[in-house]
Every structure is written in structure tokens, then in C-alpha cells.
């Protein structure tokens, strides 16, 4: 009985680590991430060691999905006006690329002449953004 239990056992933990998600990414990248193992000292989250010990000696109960408070991040006026810009440029850009009345090189001119705009744009913004 012991050894059936002890199989049953490593049979669940290896399915459950086999269905995890494989895959890169982070915060930064855009949406979602790759794993994160947290290894345990005791049984679920009321009874062990799971995420941490409380607040003083831990990560506090509420990690990895923070504290419930509302802390995320918020963009300022510049991340928000360097956004706008960023996707106006893109619509011209890719508006640029499809223009079937120019050669290829004269698309690629005026995807760079566009490129050289939108980083001189975002530049003039971060400098007024800095400036007041």
C-alpha cells in the first residue's frame, strides 16, 4: 500500500511539472512569460512554506501576483505620447511599404526617411516632456 501510494504520488507531481508552459518572454517582451518554479518546504499554501513565511521574513502572502492594491505600473504623459507617436510612424511605415506606385528602392528610402522622423519626433518629445 506504501508503495502504491509513493508511485501514485511521483506520478502526480511529474504530470503536473510535465503541463507547466514551456516558453520565453517577460514583462517587458508584451504579455505573458516563461515558467517560474517555486520550490516548496511543506504542503499547499494554508499548511507549509509555499510562498514564503508572511510578510517580515517573505515575499508576503500575496506573491507573485502582488499585494491587491493597485500598484501597477502607469505610464506617464511621455510613455503615453512616445506610444502615439511610435504607432502613428508604424501606419506610415507599413502604409509606405505597400505603396505599390514606388520601387523597391524608393520604398526603402522612405521607410528610412520615416524611421529617422519618428526617432527624431520621439527625441523632440522627451527633450519638451524634460524641458518644462
Known sequence: MKKILIIMLTLGIVSGAS?????GGGIRGGYG???R???SAG?????GAYYGFGMPWGYGWGYPYGNGYGTAY????LDMQ???IKHDYSDKIASARMDQGLTRKEKRYQVKAL???RDNTIFEAKKN???K
Do not use: C, L, M
Request: aromatic share 18%; net charge positive; hydrophobic share 20%.
Open 74 to 77: 502607469r505610464p506617464s504623459r
Open 19 to 23: 503541463a507547466q508552459r514551456h516558453g
Open 37 to 39: 518554479v517555486i520550490v
Open 115 to 117: 524611421k529617422r522622423e
Open 129 to 131: 516632456y524634460y524641458k
Open 33 to 35: 512569460g516563461g515558467t
Open 82 to 84: 512616445i506610444e502615439d
Open 43 to 47: 504542503g499547499y499554501y494554508p499548511f
